[in-house]
Each structure stands twice: as structure tokens, then as C-alpha cells.
T-cell receptor
Framework: GQNIDQPTEMTATEGAIVQINCTYQ??????LFWYQQHAGEAPTFLSY??LDGLEEKGRFSSFLSRSKGYSYLLLKELQMKDSASYLC??????????WGAGTKLIIKP | GAVVSQHPSWVICKSGTSVKIECRSL??????MFWYRQFPKQSLMLMAT?????????EQGVEKDKFLINHASLTLSTLTVTSAHPEDSSFYIC????????????FGPGTRLTVL
């Protein structure tokens, strides 16, 4: 079966750095997406990785290791507005997105 | 770029009535549109995939006669919840994707449906 695993909830302090991990087992791989979803709102696109390595975009970075079936989203200089759920999704061999359950990130002052 | 709108943003209706939700890609042509449903504190659940000019492909367990999807143009898809019941109350979200299958899905703001 296809499976995406990510922690259910994480807590971090304002100004700090947090890493949200995602491991996956899918039939084929055509890229991994990270989305941010604030409570009561739709997801917004953060990043896309299809090759191994680190993609940096401002305070957010995303890393991929295809051989390990592993990705992480790194958030630096955390702000209160970063409190949200972070969804990991993998595009499988049919280009269908397989979604993780999301990681709820709580930022404390 | 890559903006998707949804209308209405919220709707309350009586049990047994039908509700239509519109999804529009504003600045790109969405060859494929996806419809999701999300219950509180749960993950996104894909309901159906629709390609412009074709019949939608429904996920297992989703009743195609209850959730009617039309994707008549490259910028508009509609989801009609027919004979809605309280258990259909949920957050419905659409996303659009341009021609290439590897392209990012861009989400609309969602429609919160409450069926009394």
C-alpha cells in the first residue's frame, strides 16, 4: 500500500528553528510537495522537490532523499503566523497525490 | 500567479436540497481540477478528478450521482451536492493543475457546507 508518515503535532518557540519530517512509501515517485494549511483555510503551496537535495525559499527549506523515502521541511526564525498544519504529499507513478495526515505546528511566544 | 477562486465561501442549506459550488482558475488554464473534502481535524480526502471536457473520475466510495462534477471549460469546474444531508456537512476544496501532470496543484479557498 501507499503510505505517508509525518508527526501529528509539534511545538516550537517563536524565533527558533523547527524541522518537520515526512517519510513515504509509494508506488513510483514523481515529486514531493509541502503545503501549509491554516485552521479553517485551504492549503497553500510551499515547495516541490523531485531531485535529491535541499531547496531553499526564504525562511522555509525543503529537503529530499529519494533513496531513503524521506523529506523534511525546515522553518527558520519562526513567527506566530507559522502556526498551522503542514501537509506532505507525494505524486505517485500515476501522478496522483498521496497526502499525509499533516503535522500541526504550535508556536509559543 | 496561480490563483483559484471558489464560490460560495460558505453555505447553509436544508436537508434534501442541492448545492452548487463553483471553482475557477483565474490566471491559468486548469486542464485538470480536483475536488477534495475535509472533515474537522482530518486530512484532505480526494473525491474526484476532472479533466476539461471529460467525465470526472471518482474515488472509491464517492457517489457520482450524489456529487455531480462538471468541468466545461479550462477555467471552471462545478461540484453539485444533490439531496444534501447533515453528514455531507464538510469543507469542500477544489484545486487546479495546468497541463503537465507534474505541475503543482493550486487550491481554492474552500467552501464550508453546513446542512441542517
Amino acid at each position: 500500500g501507499q503510505n505517508i508518515d509525518q508527526p501529528t503535532e509539534m511545538t516550537a518557540t517563536e524565533g527558533a528553528i523547527v524541522q518537520i519530517n515526512c517519510t513515504y512509501q509509494t508506488s513510483g515517485f514523481n515529486g514531493l510537495f509541502w503545503y501549509q494549511q491554516h485552521a479553517g483555510e485551504a492549503p497553500t503551496f510551499l515547495s516541490y522537490n523531485v531531485l535529491d537535495g535541499l531547496e531553499e525559499k526564504g525562511r522555509f527549506s525543503s529537503f529530499l532523499s529519494r533513496s531513503k523515502g524521506y523529506s523534511y521541511l525546515l522553518l527558520k526564525e519562526l513567527q506566530m503566523k507559522d502556526s498551522a498544519s503542514y501537509l506532505c504529499a507525494v505524486s505517485d507513478s500515476n501522478y496522483q497525490l498521496i497526502w499525509g495526515a499533516g503535522t500541526k505546528l504550535i508556536i509559543k511566544p | 500567479g496561480a490563483v483559484v477562486s471558489q464560490h460560495p465561501s460558505w453555505v447553509i442549506c436544508k436537508s434534501g436540497t442541492s448545492v452548487k459550488i463553483e471553482c475557477r482558475s483565474l490566471d491559468f488554464q486548469a486542464t485538470t481540477m480536483f475536488w477534495y473534502r475535509q472533515f474537522p481535524k482530518q486530512s484532505l480526502m480526494l473525491m474526484a478528478t476532472s479533466n476539461e471536457g471529460s467525465k470526472a473520475t471518482y474515488e472509491q466510495g464517492v457517489e457520482k450521482d450524489k456529487f455531480l462534477i462538471n468541468h466545461a471549460s479550462l477555467t471552471l469546474s462545478t461540484l453539485t451536492v444533490t439531496s444534501a444531508h447533515p453528514e455531507d456537512s464538510s469543507f469542500y476544496i477544489c484545486s487546479g493543475q495546468s497541463g503537465r501532470e507534474s505541475d503543482t496543484q493550486y487550491f481554492g479557498p474552500g467552501t464550508r457546507l453546513t446542512v441542517l
